[in-house]
C-alpha cells in the first residue's frame, strides 16, 4: 500500500499539470478552473447526497479498484490518498454505459458529471448512488496496487440500523450527516464505491437466478438453528446482511450454489455498490469458496387418524406450461414433506394456459395436473372445490387469473356442498342453536368489497371430519408491491401496501365473527399467503376481538418463518384459528425458502388437530 502513495500522487502531479493546460479531452480552463483540486471524498461528502450533485468535475483521479461489464456498466475508482473524516467514502462508481475499456489497478483522471442515481427510480423511496455520469477517461499509469480493502465484520457494523428519518424532510435521512460509528445503514453508506472485504461468513440468503446470495457479518445475530437471520419485528433489520454479486463472468467462473446455513469462506472483495434489489452489495473481484453445510429439507409428522392435517400452500403459479418437473416435485412434496395432509389450501394456481391473456379463466386441467401427480407420487385422490374468477380482476401475473384451490382427501373428509357461488356473489352465515353454516360452499368472502380490488378473494369451504364440521378461508392477501424496502431514504420506510391487507383483515375477521357469532365453539381456520408478518398491524386486524389466533406464534420466535427475503427469513404464510380450536401443532415445513433449488419461493405451512 505504502509503495502505491508515491507512484499515485506522481501521477496525481501529471494529470494537475495536464488540467491547468487544458489537454486533457472534454476539459476546459475555465472548468478546469472551477474543479481543481477536487477528490473523491470531495464528491461523496458527508451526507447521502453529493454537494456536488448537477456539476461539472474534472480531473477526479484514482485507481480502478473494479470493472463491471454487465447491466449497470463501467468502474469504480478510489483515491488511496485519504481524508480524516470516516463519514467521507474515498471510492465512486464511474458510468460508462458500454463496456469499460480500463482495467483494474489503473490509475485514471474523470471529468464527466456528478449524479445521483436512485436503483429503481424516485418514487422507489430507495437511496441514490452516487456516480460520475457521461465520462471522459485518461488512463495515466497501468499495474498500481489497489487500496487495501476496508474490512467489514462483525465488530465495525453498528448495532443499530438507521437514523430516524428529518420530519422537515418528509422522514428522509438523505439530508443528516452520516454517523458510520452508530448506524449500519450510516457505516454502509460511508463506503459506497469503496474496495471493501469479508471474511468467511454464514450465508443467509441462497443463491437466486440472478447470481447473488447474502450472507451476514454478524453470526449471532438472530440466528436460528438451521442458519437463517430471523426478521422479527420492525425495529430488528439485522444489521450484518450484506449482498454478494460477483464481476467475474459467469463464463469464467460459475457463481457458487449455497443454501441458507452454507458457509463463504476465505476473503470476499470488492467495491461496494448500491442497487434496487438488496441495496448495498458487495460486487466481488475475489470471491471466497462455498462449503456446504449439509441442510436438509424437513418433514413433518403424519397426523393421527383421528386429527386433522390442513395444510397452506403457495405453489408460485401453477398452470399447465410448466415443466411436468415442476408439477412431480410439488407433489412429492405434499406426500412426503408434508405428510398427504387431509386438506391443502394452494395459492397461485393458474388458469388452463398461465399467463396467455385470452380470457380462460378455468383452472381444472392445472389442478387435474397437479392431483395426478400427487398420485403418481404415491399419495391420496384428492377432490377439490375452486371458484373461477372474472377474467383479470384478482391481480397477479397478467393473464394467470390466480386463485385459491381447496383439496381435500375424500377418505378422511367429506366437503359440503351448497351451490350457488361464483366470482361476484359472496357467501354468508347462517343457523342457529349454536349450528353455523355457510349460505354457499364453496363461496367467495365479501367479494363486492373495495379491499379486494385487482386481489384474490377468500375462498370459503365447510367440511366434516368425523362428524365435526370445520370452516376454512383459503387466502392470499395482497403483495407488498410499492411498499418502499428497509433500506429506504425514508426511515421508517413507508409500506403503502399495509393499507389494503389491512382492509381485507378487517374483512375476513368479520367474516369469522359472524360464524362465532352463531357457534362460539366453532373450528374456523384462515389459511393462506397473507402477505404479512406475525406483528404486523394485519395480522393484528385478522386477530381483533380475539376471534383468531396466528399459530405460528405458538413456535419459538427463531422458528417464525416462510419466507426468505434480501437475507431476512419471515413470516408470510399463516394459519389462524378460532377459539374453538384449541389443542393443535404447527409446523412450518421449511422445504423451499432456504434453497437454491426451489420448487415455490414459499415454505408451506401444517396445523393438525383434533375437531
Known sequence: MSSSIPRFAAVSAVVASALAAGLLAGSSSAVAEDTAGVRVHDIQGTTRVSPLAGKQVTGVTGIVTGVRTYGSRGFWIQDPEADANPATSEGVFVFTSSVPTVAVGDAVSVNGTVTEYVPGGLTSGNQSLTQISKPVVTVVSKDNPVPAPVKISAWSVPDAYAPEGDPAAGGSINGLTLDPETYALDYYESLEGMNVRIGSSRVVGATDPYAELWVTVKPWENRNRRGGTVYGSYESQNTGRLQVQSLIPLAQQPFPKAN?????????????????????????????????????????????????????????????????EKFDALAKAVVENLASPDIVALEEIQDNNGAKNDGTVAADVTVKKFTDAIVAAGGPAYSWRSIDPENGKDGGEPGGNIRQ?????????????????????????????????????????????????????PLAGEFVFRGRTVFVIANHFGSKGGDESIISHHQPPTRSSEAKRLLQAQAVNAFVKDITAVDKRADVLVVGDINDFEFSGTTRALTDGGALYPAVKSLPRSERYSYVYQGNTQVLDQILTSPGVRDFTYDSVHINAEFADQDSDHDPQVLRFRP
Do not use: C, I
Not at 442 to 448: A, M, T
Open 260 to 324: 441458507v446455513g452454507d458457509r463463504l469462506t476465505g476473503p470476499t472483495e470488492g467495491p461496494l455498490d448500491f442497487n434496487q434489489f438488496g441495496g448495498y452489495t458487495l460486487t466481488a473481484r475475489t470471491l471466497g469458496t462455498v462449503v456446504d453445510r449439509g441442510l436438509k429439507r424437513e418433514t413433518t409428522a403424519a397426523q393421527h387418524k383421528n386429527e386433522l392435517a390442513v395444510a397452506t400452500y403457495n405453489v408460485e403459479n401453477l398452470d399447465p406450461t410448466d415443466p411436468q
Open 405 to 457: 384451490v381447496f383439496l381435500f382427501n375424500p377418505a378422511r373428509v367429506s366437503f359440503t356442498d351448497r351451490p350457488g357461488g361464483d366470482a361476484t356473489t359472496g357467501t354468508a352465515v347462517t343457523g342457529s342453536k349454536g349450528r353455523a353454516a355457510l349460505t354457499l360452499s364453496p363461496g367467495r368472502v365479501d367479494p363486492s368489497n373495495a379491499a379486494w380490488e385487482a386481489s384474490r378473494k
